[in-house]
T-cell receptor, first 115, second 110 residues
Framework: DGGITQSPKYLFRKEGQNVTLSCEQN?????MYWYRQDPGQGLRLIYY???????QKGDIAEGYSVSREKKESFPLTVTSAQKNPTAFYLC??????????????FGDGTRLSIL | RKEVEQDPGPFNVPEGATVAFNCTYS??????FFWYRQDCRKEPKLLMS???SGNEDGRFTAQLNRASQYISLLIRDSKLSDSATYLC???????????FGTGTRLQVFP
């Protein structure tokens, strides 16, 4: 989606290193999400945030951290504690809840590999 | 039982064929349903929302069967460009989360 920018497109991590993936949106959406996709698997939720300065763990939060200091930005840090970080990382946004749930829209992803 | 399940396929169909995929969900309280299309090594893109009464967008028809807890996607007159993986997404009730299926791969051949 044009309104969601993820960078970098490809990232390589050395053993013991923390790396940060960027996600910026100009859709004025309240909710932002981070997913991980492994080959042949569905999207698994890492963290999500419904509002600035607040975020919640998803289903696989261990070894990851996030911040939400601005509405437009939701960076994800993959820490050295994440032992199997190689995956396709997808950031998504949504208008937030309030009655019927709205679909999420995705950035074009970051591919992370271990060196 | 998984929250959301899809047949991984692949479904190999000739151009012009009609093909249908199902996606079953486990929580009867789920209220929101979506189909996404994902091309190889790309992000998922919203294809269509699924409404209770069923909805159609060109060659694509989505339906919801609450009694049997599944949604379906029907593609008529398949094109080569329809080749992709189709993901369903269902909301987890009382949360702000969407749960995604693992996807069904469609390959349309000439």
């Amino acid at each position: 989606d044009g309104g969601i920018t993820q960078s970098p497109k490809y990232l390589f991590r050395k053993e013991g290193q923390n790396v940060t993936l960027s996600c910026e949106q100009n859709l004025n959406h309240d909710a932002m999400y981070w997913y991980r996709q492994d080959p042949g698997q569905g999207l698994r939720l890492i963290y999500y945030s419904q509002i600035v300065n607040d975020f919640q763990k998803g289903d696989i939060a261990e070894g990851y951290s996030v911040s939400r200091e601005k509405k437009e930005s939701f960076p994800l840090t993959v820490t050295s504690a994440q032992k199997n970080p190689t995956a396709f990382y997808l950031c998504a946004t949504g208008p937030g809840t309030g009655g019927a749930y709205q679909p999420q829209h995705f950035g074009d992803g970051t591919r992370l590999s271990i060196l | 039982r998984k929250e959301v399940e899809q047949d991984p396929g692949p479904f190999n169909v000739p151009e012009g064929a009609t093909v249908a995929f199902n996606c079953t969900y486990s929580n009867s309280a789920s209220q929101s349903f979506f189909w996404y299309r994902q091309d190889c090594r790309k992000e998922p893109k919203l294809l269509m929302s699924v409404y209770s009464s069923g909805n159609e967008d060109g060659r694509f028809t989505a339906q919801l069967n609450r009694a049997s807890q599944y949604i379906s996607l029907l593609i008529r007159d398949s094109k080569l460009s329809d080749s992709a993986t189709y993901l369903c997404a269902v909301n987890r009730p009382n949360t702000d989360k969407l749960i995604f299926g693992t996807g069904t791969r469609l390959q349309v051949f000439p």
